[in-house]
């Protein structure tokens, strides 16, 4: 029940600052590996969410 808090939580913040963020990766004037940025992020979270979960060997 937690991860679903979590999952609402991300959704919400990413909801609110789509826009902005939008934005910032489509500007002609920015660096190219910007949306890079963005995808690291994501993997470097989800990475960290499925490491705190309990697996069953860990008991």
């Known amino acids: 029940m ?3 808090r ?7 913040v990413a909801y ?7 934005t910032w990766i489509i500007n002609p004037e920015g660096a190219w590996f ?6 690291m992020v994501v993997i470097i979270i989800a990475y960290l ?3 705190r979960k ?3 060997h860990d008991l």
């Open 2 to 4: 937690n991860n679903q």
């Open 6 to 12: 979590l999952v609402i939580l991300l959704l919400l």
């Open 16 to 22: 609110i600052f789509s826009p902005t963020l939008f």
């Open 34 to 39: 910007r949306p890079y940025i963005i995808w």
């Open 49 to 51: 969410v499925q490491r």
């Open 54 to 56: 309990k697996r069953p």
